[in-house]
């Protein structure tokens, strides 16, 4: 949900991304958003999902060096990566060398952490950027430099807030918009107006990030 959130409201202005997305990712795309559009008319698109975002389901390096060999020209070339599967591939990323791309790869808490150590070992250079779900708001500045970034980035989800805090939406600031809604959360209800169910809230604070009326807050869990 992040990921969506970076790649469908911070697109560089005029550009025509391509979004190659780790086959371990599959389980999280629905089939719907995957169907292919065949209007040859240039059109404003407002992407309503992460499915809708995605051009391909494929190895994503091998795909990445694909499109930079054949000079791909209308805009960056996005691969989100899983770090279970990068760590067998390191190799491929030298291959990777300047051009306009951007390889996320998330990871959450410790899991596949050894990715660090593959891409150090490989002599390939990338960043880390944290998000910690306890303050979506303050890891908001670093989020957006993600979003128009080129390279190699770690998302790195801190995972210590998770389950410290949960969520409300605050009535009086809610014109019910719709956006909180748009990231399929389970734990968020339609009433008269969005609800969170706080025992089905992990915490995450993705809500919100996406929530642009700050009718959303955080509640500390005693």
């Known amino acids: 949900m992040i990921i969506e959130w970076l790649l469908s409201k911070h697109k560089e202005l005029g550009e025509a991304p391509i979004v190659v997305v780790d086959p371990s990712y599959i389980h999280l795309i629905s089939t719907e958003g995957l169907t292919p559009s065949y209007d040859m008319l240039p059109t404003f698109f407002e992407p309503r999902s992460f499915d809708q975002l995605i051009d391909f ?106 389950g410290k805090y949960v969520f409300k939406v605050v009535d009086e600031y809610c014109d019910n918009c719709g956006d909180c809604l748009r990231i399929n959360c389970p734990a968020i209800q339609l009433d008269k107006k969005p609800v969170i169910n706080a025992n089905a809230c992990v915490g995450c604070g993705i809500c919100q990030l996406v929530c642009l009326r700050g009718a959303i807050v955080e509640i500390k869990v005693s």
């Open 57 to 162: 389901v494929t190895n994503p390096l091998m795909a990445l060096l694909a499109f930079l060999r054949a000079g791909y020209g209308y805009g960056r070339l996005i691969a989100v990566v899983n770090p279970c599967s990068l760590v067998s591939q390191g190799d491929l990323l030298r291959d990777i060398t300047d051009g306009n791309y951007l390889v996320i790869i998330p990871l959450i808490g410790s899991e596949c952490d050894e990715v660090i150590n593959t891409l150090s070992r490989f002599g390939v250079h990338y960043q880390v950027i944290n998000y910690d779900p306890g303050n979506p708001l303050n890891s908001l500045r670093d989020l957006l430099g993600i979003a128009n970034s080129r390279g190699i980035i770690i998302l790195r989800i801190l995972m210590d807030s998770l």
